[in-house]
C-alpha cells in the first residue's frame, strides 16, 4: 500500500488496545518508547511556526505541513522539512496539529471533499498518535478521540496556554488529557514545548474544556483592566502607578501582570487577535449552556468583542478590551498598532 492511499478503519478503541498482550502495562496500559521517529505538524501559524522551530532545534525531525509553497524556504531556514502534500505525514509516529477552530480540525482530521487523500484519521498508521493541541469544543475533541479509536490510533488533547513569545521561549502551560500511555509516549515532546505540563485525566475533550474556561478567566478580567484604567485615565490620573499598585498586592498573577501593563500603555499590538477570542468565547458560552451554568460576565466580553471588531479592530490583540472601554468613555484612544500604519 502506497503511504498516500487511506488505510481501512481498525474496529479498535484505542491505540494502546491494539497492541500485543506482551507489551501492556500493569492496568491494560500499553507500554511503548516515547516518541522517537519523524514528527508531522500541520497549523504552522505565529504559534504552530515558534512551536515547530523548537523542537527542530532539540533535535527532532519535524515535517511541516502548508498549503503554500511560498513559505517553504522560511520554514527550512528553521530546521523544519516543508511539504505542501499532507501524504508526506502519514508515515509519522506523531502528527501535532494547532489549528485555529473546529473546522479546520476536522478537515485535517477527515480531509476535504476534494482531497483523494483524506485526512489523518484514514492516513495514519495503526498506533500513530494525533496530538492535537488547538483550542477547541469539548464535543470536537470527543469526536475526533472516537474517529482516531475506531482505527486504533491514539489522541492526546493538549492545548496551551501562551502566546507566540512564550512559544519561541518554550514557556507554555499545556493542558493535556488522553489515554495515560499515550500521553506517556508525548511527554518528551510536551516537554520540549513548555515550561509544564498539566495531566488532566484520561478524556481528551476536558483539556479543551479547562482551556476554554482558563481563556474566560483572562478575558474577564481584561475587560475589568479596561474599565478600570478608563476611569483612571477619566480623571486625569497615569493609571501604571495604579495597575503597579494592584498587581504588587491584589492581583499579582500573571494576566493582571502582564495585561494590564500593557492596556495602561494602550499597546494593542496583536498577539491573541479578536476573532479568536471571540471564538472561544462563543464556544465556552456553548460549553456553560450544555451544562445549564449561565455565564453573565461572559456574555458582557462577547459583546466588547463583537463591538471592538465592528469598529474595525478585528486585527488587535485581546488587549483591545481595553480601547473600547477607554472609547466608550470618551477617551478616543487611538492603537499602537494603527498610529503605525
Not at 502534500?85 to 494547532?98: A, H, P, Q
Request: proline share 5%.
Amino acid at each position: 500500500m502506497s503511504k498516500h492511499e487511506s488505510r481501512p478503519a481498525v474496529a479498535f478503541r484505542s491505540a494502546s488496545e491494539n497492541l500485543p498482550h506482551e507489551r501492556r502495562g500493569g492496568t491494560g496500559s500499553a507500554v511503548r518508547p516515547p516518541v522517537a521517529g519523524e514528527i508531522g505538524f500541520v497549523g504552522l501559524g505565529h504559534m504552530g511556526t515558534a512551536m515547530a522551530a523548537n523542537l527542530a532545534a532539540a533535535g527532532r525531525r519535524v515535517i511541516a505541513y502548508i498549503r503554500h509553497p511560498d513559505r517553504i524556504g522560511r520554514l527550512e531556514a528553521l530546521g523544519l522539512k516543508p511539504t505542501t502534500d499532507m501524504g508526506d505525514l502519514f508515515d509519522c509516529e506523531l502528527v501535532i496539529s494547532m489549528l485555529p477552530d473546529d473546522a479546520a480540525v476536522r478537515e485535517v482530521v477527515f480531509g476535504r471533499n476534494d482531497d483523494h487523500l483524506g485526512g489523518l484519521a484514514a492516513g495514519l498508521m495503526p498506533g500513530a498518535l494525533h496530538l492535537s493541541m488547538s483550542t477547541i469544543s469539548s464535543a470536537a475533541a470527543s469526536l475526533l478521540a472516537t474517529e482516531h479509536a475506531q482505527r486504533g490510533q491514539g489522541y492526546v488533547a493538549a492545548p496551551v496556554f501562551g502566546n507566540p513569545d512564550a512559544a519561541k521561549a518554550r514557556q507554555l502551560f499545556i493542558v493535556a488529557a488522553g489515554a495515560s500511555a499515550d500521553v506517556a509516549r508525548c511527554r518528551p515532546i510536551l516537554d520540549a514545548l513548555g515550561q509544564r505540563t498539566f495531566v488532566i485525566g484520561a478524556d481528551p475533550q476536558d483539556a479543551n474544556l479547562f482551556k476554554l474556561l482558563g481563556n474566560m478567566m483572562s478575558a474577564t478580567a481584561l475587560e475589568m483592566l479596561g474599565e478600570v484604567v478608563a476611569v483612571v485615565r477619566k480623571r486625569g490620573l497615569d493609571p501604571q502607578p495604579f495597575i503597579e499598585l494592584m498587581t504588587s498586592t491584589m492581583f499579582g498573577g500573571r494576566a493582571h501582570k502582564i495585561y494590564g501593563d500593557k492596556i495602561a500603555r494602550q499597546d494593542y499590538a496583536a498577539g491573541f487577535v479578536l476573532p479568536l477570542v471571540l471564538k472561544d468565547v462563543r464556544l465556552a458560552l456553548a460549553e456553560a449552556e450544555k451544562a445549564g451554568v449561565p455565564m453573565p460576565s461572559v456574555g458582557v466580553v462577547r459583546d466588547r468583542l463583537i463591538t471592538a471588531i465592528a469598529r474595525g479592530y478585528g486585527e488587535l490583540d485581546w488587549t483591545a478590551l481595553g480601547l473600547i472601554a477607554a472609547e466608550d468613555a470618551g477617551l478616543y484612544a487611538v492603537p499602537s498598532s494603527a498610529a503605525a500604519d
